[in-house]
């Protein structure tokens, strides 16, 4: 028996110690854990001392060896209270630290140097034990049981005032180690002639692990179901080690008269019974403890997963979206929920969904390169709002105290990223529970499954609307080429009308004039010039329509005239004639910045027009989104057209101070029916491709397109010089 327990004190040493390097190791620049690392080497020093004084034979020798285990039990207090105030960061009570330091270093002195602490030792039947000297020793229990106390009372009231959901379940795991190892006070006893087996030890093993769980440690286990489980553990394997034990120790005389020299076979197939089942029985137990315990999240955890499992059918990407968060919010009961999805075009991620509270100060955009969106990338794991701050001050790390920040922002106590494959497509950020409870670890996974689900749905969702715009795309293409083949016949018929109305407000013109030459009445005369000034717009406006419709007709009516020499000045104009139906010119600047005297190219008039109407428009979309997404003040959109004859070629620029486009989009941009515009509706993806077309097959010239995004793009155009 004196072996074993050798053993197990030596074994307990190492293991406390252990656990303090460990800790230490961790974050060396943490001041709760050198604390700690203090903490465990009193230990440490007190049980080894113990061990190896129970093994030793001569009594003087023996009395050294306690003495050098009791100094470790002087600064157990002492090295404990600094811990505790440490890990709850009482910056205040240093100096207080220090004296307590100065009580031990005395205690200290009085046991090396008189006998006032420790007088003898007392021999009992299981072995020596250091004798307390009444003139010290109650007062160094006072102070052992104060520092103690003081602790204790620091670790409650911090509970009472702790907002950290993570440092409040910190301080719960603290405190519960510390009622625990209390219990090892149990140990005082024998000094004071009590003939009680000193196992008081045995409580304070469990002090590292729970310590060192809870400083290592964020995203810790509910308390009460850590409870939960250590006294299913005790209760269940107190049975599985207890009846062996009581049938070899307590029952063997009664085993032995009933089956003799074979009794051993009792303890040995209980034990071997009871180690099979217990760990079934015990599993079995905990889960329904569990289940009962966590009832509400069970609950909410498996209508996730149905909802994970079902999202995949819903194509709409905005109703995809609006599900997700309304089923979050509302299963989970959290005070809002929002998703961000990664907009391509601007690499940035965009709010998309929100559902609850807090919509005010959300911000609507993340920019893509953002330490929030780099950390998930690189680290593809959810954030916790308390965790992220509780390591931002215990590894003094920037970058989390920026993503706590962005998180403030948001108002969320926790971000799930969505991945496809190796691509962050959008993340949810999630308030806090209304329970006030933490995102438990099991919370973590399930939405780490709903968030992989929802990727997958997105990209569906997302590839669904592609092939609606693509089809939207086709058949608007398919409807201009059908209102190009019937604009020579509409336009008959519209100018027919146009031609009548305007002969018929002639004839109403000139009757007027003639009934004017009358006398008539001061108010006829007046009302009849009314008329005729009404007359007289309606004539300029069928003239002005006349026009509008020739201008369409040539544009869309196929060329007959062939090639020849085209003036610039001439194309430009009858281009901007074209799109100031389309467009507002007013809003932009158009500079030509070329020589007038500038050479003809050799070219058809109707396709080059059409190429020039084509960049125009593309050049006033991209600066209207410009405008429209930067808001810069003092911005005007300015197109810049210069021309030179180059050889025999003349090279045209057009340059824009637009938007820009990306350069992932770059290489693209003459693929048909790729349109880097807002909305499908706004182009159809076939302007660059018909413009490349044009130039390169039909006029043998080149065209060539840059761009850099929020600078603006430049199309350079070389065409023949005609001789």
Same mark, same amino acid.
């Given at each position: 028996?004196?072996?074993?327990?050798?053993?197990?004190?030596?074994?307990?040493?190492?293991?406390?110690?252990?656990?303090?390097?460990?800790?230490?190791?961790?974050?060396?620049?943490?001041?709760?854990?050198?604390?700690?690392?203090?903490? %465990?080497?009193?230990?440490? =020093?007190?049980?080894?001392?113990?061990?190896?004084?129970?093994?030793?034979?001569?009594? *003087?020798? #023996?009395?050294?060896?306690?003495?050098?285990?009791?100094?470790?039990?002087? /600064?157990?207090?002492?090295?404990?209270?600094?811990? =505790?105030?440490?890990?709850?960061?009482?910056?205040?009570?240093?100096?207080?630290?220090?004296?307590?330091?100065?009580?031990?270093?005395?205690?200290?002195?009085?046991?090396? /140097?008189?006998?006032?602490?420790?007088?003898?030792?007392? $021999?009992?039947?299981? !072995?020596?034990?250091?004798?307390?000297?009444?003139?010290?020793?109650?007062?160094?229990?006072?102070?052992?049981?104060?520092?103690?106390?003081?602790?204790?009372?620091?670790?409650?009231?911090?509970?009472?005032?702790?907002?950290?959901?993570?440092?409040? *379940?910190?301080?719960?795991?603290?405190?519960?180690?510390?009622?625990?190892?209390?219990?090892?006070?149990?140990?005082?006893?024998?000094?004071?002639?009590?003939?009680?087996?000193?196992?008081?030890? =045995?409580?304070?093993?469990?002090?590292?692990?729970? /310590?060192?769980?809870?400083?290592?440690?964020?995203?810790?286990?509910?308390?009460?179901?850590?409870?939960?489980?250590?006294?299913?553990?005790?209760?269940?394997?107190?049975?599985?080690?207890? @009846?062996?034990?009581?049938?070899?120790?307590?029952?063997?005389?009664?085993?032995?008269?009933? #089956?003799?020299?074979?009794?051993?076979?009792?303890?040995?197939?209980?034990?071997?019974?009871?180690?099979?089942?217990?760990? *079934?029985?015990?599993?079995?137990?905990?889960?329904?403890?569990?289940?009962?315990?966590?009832?509400?999240?069970?609950?909410?955890?498996?209508?996730?997963?149905?909802?994970?499992?079902?999202?995949?059918?819903?194509?709409?990407?905005?109703?995809?979206?609006?599900?997700?968060?309304?089923?979050?919010?509302? %299963?989970?009961?959290?005070?809002?929920?929002? =998703?961000?999805?990664?907009?391509?075009? *601007?690499?940035? /991620?965009?709010?998309?969904?929100?559902?609850?509270?807090?919509?005010?100060?959300?911000?609507?955009?993340?920019?893509?390169?953002?330490?929030?969106?780099? $950390?998930?990338?690189?680290?593809?794991?959810?954030?916790?709002?308390?965790?992220?701050?509780?390591?931002?001050?215990?590894?003094?790390?920037?970058?989390?105290?920026?993503?706590?920040?962005?998180?403030?922002?948001?108002?969320?106590?926790?971000?799930?990223?969505?991945?496809?494959?190796?691509?962050?497509?959008?993340?949810?950020?999630?308030?806090?529970?209304?329970?006030?409870?933490?995102?438990?670890?099991?919370?973590?996974?399930?939405?780490?499954? +709903?968030?992989?689900?929802?990727?997958?749905? @997105?990209?569906?969702?997302?590839?669904?609307?592609?092939?609606?715009?693509?089809?939207?795309?086709?058949?608007?293409?398919?409807?201009?080429?059908?209102?190009? %083949?019937?604009?020579?016949? +509409?336009?008959?018929?519209?100018?027919?009308?146009?031609?009548? #109305?305007?002969?018929?407000?002639?004839?109403?013109?000139?009757?007027?004039?003639?009934?004017?030459?009358?006398?008539?009445?001061?108010?006829?005369?007046?009302?009849?010039?009314?008329?005729?000034?009404?007359?007289?717009?309606?004539?300029?406006?069928?003239?002005?329509?006349?026009?509008?419709?020739?201008?369409?007709?040539?544009?869309?009516?196929?060329?007959?005239?062939?090639?020849?020499?085209?003036?610039?000045?001439?194309?430009?104009?009858?281009?901007?004639?074209?799109?100031?139906?389309?467009?507002?010119?007013?809003?932009?600047?158009?500079?030509?910045?070329?020589?007038?005297?500038?050479?003809?190219?050799?070219?058809?008039?109707?396709?080059?027009?059409?190429?020039?109407?084509?960049?125009?428009?593309?050049?006033?979309?991209?600066?209207?989104?410009?405008?429209?997404?930067?808001?810069?003040?003092?911005?005007?959109?300015?197109?810049?057209?210069?021309?030179?004859?180059?050889?025999?070629?003349?090279?045209?620029? +057009?340059?824009?101070? !637009?938007?820009?486009?990306?350069?992932?989009?770059?290489?693209?941009?003459?693929?048909?029916?790729?349109?880097?515009?807002?909305?499908?509706?706004?182009?159809?993806?076939?302007?660059?491709?018909?413009?490349?077309? &044009? &130039?390169?097959?039909?006029?043998?010239?080149?065209?060539?397109?840059?761009?850099?995004?929020?600078?603006?793009?430049?199309?350079?155009?070389?065409?023949?010089?005609?001789?």
């Amino acid at each position: 028996m004196a072996i074993l327990i050798y053993a197990l004190r030596v074994f307990a040493a190492f293991f406390v110690l252990g656990f303090g390097i460990l800790t230490f190791v961790k974050n060396k620049n943490s001041s709760i854990n050198r604390a700690f690392l203090k903490l %465990t080497i009193a230990i440490f =020093i007190w049980l080894i001392s113990y061990a190896l004084a129970s093994r030793i034979s001569d009594i *003087s020798h #023996m009395l050294i060896a306690f003495k050098m285990g009791f100094a470790g039990i002087i /600064f157990i207090p002492v090295t404990f209270y600094e811990f =505790i105030a440490t890990f709850l960061n009482k910056q205040r009570i240093r100096l207080l630290q220090s004296l307590f330091w100065v009580g031990g270093i005395i205690f200290l002195y009085f046991l090396y /140097f008189t006998p006032l602490l420790i007088a003898d030792l007392y $021999h009992y039947s299981w !072995g020596y034990y250091p004798q307390a000297n009444i003139k010290m020793h109650p007062l160094f229990l006072c102070f052992f049981i104060g520092l103690f106390t003081a602790g204790f009372v620091d670790l409650v009231l911090n509970l009472l005032k702790e907002r950290n959901l993570i440092q409040l *379940s910190k301080t719960k795991y603290v405190l519960l180690g510390s009622i625990i190892a209390s219990f090892g006070s149990v140990d005082f006893i024998p000094n004071y002639g009590i003939s009680l087996f000193p196992l008081g030890f =045995i409580f304070l093993v469990q002090l590292p692990i729970i /310590f060192a769980y809870a400083i290592i440690k964020y995203r810790l286990m509910d308390v009460s179901v850590a409870v939960t489980r250590t006294s299913i553990f005790f209760v269940i394997y107190s049975f599985v080690l207890g @009846i062996p034990f009581v049938l070899a120790f307590g029952w063997r005389e009664q085993l032995k008269s009933l #089956m003799g020299e074979m009794w051993w076979l009792a303890p040995l197939i209980s034990s071997t019974v009871l180690a099979t089942v217990g760990p *079934s029985i015990y599993l079995f137990i905990q889960r329904k403890a569990e289940d009962r315990l966590l009832q509400e999240q069970r609950r909410y955890q498996a209508a996730l997963r149905r909802a994970s499992l079902g999202m995949g059918r819903v194509k709409e990407l905005g109703k995809l979206l609006n599900l997700i968060v309304h089923i979050v919010t509302r %299963t989970v009961k959290i005070e809002h929920s929002i =998703i961000y999805l990664f907009h391509e075009s *601007s690499s940035q /991620f965009v709010l998309k969904a929100s559902k609850g509270i807090g919509g005010d100060r959300r911000s609507g955009v993340i920019a893509g390169d953002a330490v929030l969106i780099q $950390h998930l990338q690189k680290h593809r794991e959810p954030l916790v709002y308390d965790e992220v701050k509780q390591r931002s001050v215990d590894f003094k790390d920037e970058a989390l105290a920026e993503i706590g920040k962005v998180m403030e922002d948001l108002q969320a106590a926790l971000i799930v990223p969505s991945f496809m494959d190796e691509r962050l497509i959008a993340f949810i950020a999630l308030g806090k529970k209304k329970s006030g409870k933490l995102y438990s670890h099991d919370d973590l996974i399930v939405f780490s499954i +709903l968030a992989n689900q929802a990727a997958l749905a @997105i990209e569906n969702a997302q590839f669904y609307e592609e092939m609606k715009k693509t089809h939207e795309q086709l058949i608007k293409a398919e409807k201009m080429a059908t209102i190009g %083949t019937m604009a020579d016949g +509409l336009s008959h018929q519209i100018n027919n009308r146009l031609h009548a #109305m305007g002969f018929i407000a002639g004839d109403a013109v000139d009757t007027i004039r003639l009934k004017k030459k009358d006398p008539l009445p001061p108010e006829t005369r007046e009302l009849l010039e009314e008329i005729e000034h009404s007359l007289d717009r309606i004539q300029d406006n069928v003239k002005r329509g006349g026009e509008i419709v020739e201008g369409l007709l040539k544009y869309s009516r196929k060329p007959e005239e062939g090639f020849g020499a085209v003036d610039l000045n001439k194309l430009l104009d009858a281009s901007l004639e074209m799109v100031q139906f389309k467009i507002k010119l007013n809003r932009i600047d158009i500079v030509r910045n070329f020589d007038h005297a500038v050479p003809p190219v050799h070219g058809n008039f109707t396709q080059l027009q059409e190429v020039f109407f084509n960049i125009i428009d593309n050049s006033y979309d991209a600066m209207m989104e410009r405008q429209e997404e930067f808001k810069e003040p003092g911005y005007k959109g300015r197109l810049e057209i210069t021309a030179h004859s180059n050889g025999q070629n003349l090279e045209i620029l +057009l340059s824009d101070n !637009g938007i820009g486009v990306r350069p992932q989009d770059i290489n693209k941009l003459f693929t048909p029916f790729f349109t880097t515009k807002l909305s499908s509706k706004k182009g159809t993806g076939l302007g660059l491709y018909v413009m490349r077309k &044009i &130039i390169e097959e039909n006029h043998q010239g080149k065209v060539e397109f840059t761009s850099e995004y929020k600078e603006g793009s430049r199309t350079r155009l070389v065409l023949p010089i005609a001789t």
